[in-house]
């Protein structure tokens, strides 16, 4: 369970302290603001309107949802290239991360790698 998953489960919510919560919210948003900044910047690049923040959907609201979905719609070249920095920052780093380690970067070795880094523990 990643760190948003554990903030949205009422389960954590009951069982953590207020303090306890708010290192998760906290821990949780600084390791999505490299990723926002990305976005940020290639939206400066790509548009000459104000950045567009992704919206959270609704579950009730039908308007909030409409809201959502424009948002992406507006920024949807901006969000493809950021992905593909993402992307390809990563691959960079398995580069690194095999280099150090005295490995050759074979196609193999990067896969592995990069799937080794994104296995998610099984919920139990």
């Known amino acids: 369970m990643d760190k948003r998953e554990e903030i949205l489960s009422c389960e954590v919510k009951r069982k953590l302290s207020g303090a306890a919560r708010r290192k998760l919210i906290k821990e949780a948003i600084i ?24 919206k959270r959907l609704s579950d009730t609201r039908w308007a909030s949802r409409n809201h959502a979905v424009d ?3 507006e920024s949807l070249f901006a969000i493809l290239e950021t992905l593909e920095d993402i992307n390809y920052g990563e691959k960079v780093f398995i580069q690194y991360l095999l280099k150090n380690l005295g490995l050759e970067a074979t196609s193999w070795t990067t896969t592995m790698i990069d799937w080794v880094m994104n296995l998610k523990p099984k919920k139990s």
């Open 31 to 54: 390791e999505e603001l490299p990723r926002l900044h990305i976005l940020q910047e290639n939206q400066k690049v790509k548009y000459e309107s104000a950045i567009n923040t992704l």
């Open 71 to 73: 948002a992406i719609v």
